[in-house]
C-alpha cells in the first residue's frame, strides 16, 4: 500500500455515529423510515442479510438494485420490524477504499418472539461517489431485550 491510500490511525477507530460515512447515513434513515434512504443507494445496490445460527428463513433478505431493495424493506417492515427500531449503538471501522466495518447495536419489537428484542449485527460495506453499493450484514444476536 502506498502512503497517498494509507489510513491512520485515527481515520480507522473508531467512527462514531456521527461520522458523515454513507452506511452511518442509511442506518440513521432506516431507524427514522425515512424514504430518502433510497437516494443514498447506488443503482447497482447488492444487499444481502445472513443470520449466525438462527433457523429463521431469511433467503428473501436478498437484494440486486433498487427495485428488489424496496420489496425487501416493505417485508422488513412487515415481518421484521413493524413497530420501527431504535438504534443503541453505530460505530465503523473504515478498512480503506470505500470499504467499511459497521457494528450495529438496535432494539425493536420482533414479531417471530412477539415481544421487545436487541440484536447486534456486523455490516460490510462499501461506498463509492457518496452512494453505498454493496452491503453484507451478519445478524449475531436476537435476544429478549432484559
Known amino acids: 500500500m502506498n502512503s497517498a491510500s494509507a489510513l491512520s490511525q485515527s ?6 455515529r456521527t461520522e ?3 452506511i452511518h447515513r442509511v442506518l440513521d434513515l432506516f ?3 425515512a424514504p430518502e434512504l433510497f437516494g443514498e443507494l447506488s443503482d447497482q445496490f447488492d444487499f444481502r442479510i445472513d443470520h449466525y445460527r438462527d433457523e429463521t428463513d431469511v433467503s428473501w433478505q436478498v ?3 433498487l427495485a428488489e431493495m424496496a420489496l425487501v424493506l ?5 415481518d421484521v420490524f413493524p413497530k420501527g ?3 443503541l449503538g453505530l460505530a465503523s471501522q473504515a478498512l480503506g477504499q470505500g470499504w467499511y466495518l459497521t457494528r450495529f447495536e438496535q432494539r425493536f419489537f420482533y414479531p417471530v418472539k412477539g415481544r421487545e428484542c436487541e440484536s447486534v449485527t456486523y455490516i460490510l460495506s462499501h ?5 453505498l453499493d ?3 450484514e451478519t445478524v449475531t444476536t436476537i435476544s429478549d431485550r432484559s
Open 11 to 16: 481515520e480507522t477507530f473508531p467512527l462514531a
Open 20 to 22: 458523515p460515512i454513507t
Open 31 to 33: 431507524e427514522m423510515g
Open 63 to 65: 437484494a440486486s438494485g
Open 74 to 78: 416493505q417485508r422488513l417492515a412487515r
Open 85 to 87: 427500531t431504535h438504534v
Open 127 to 131: 461506498e463509492s461517489e457518496g452512494k
Open 134 to 136: 454493496f452491503f453484507r
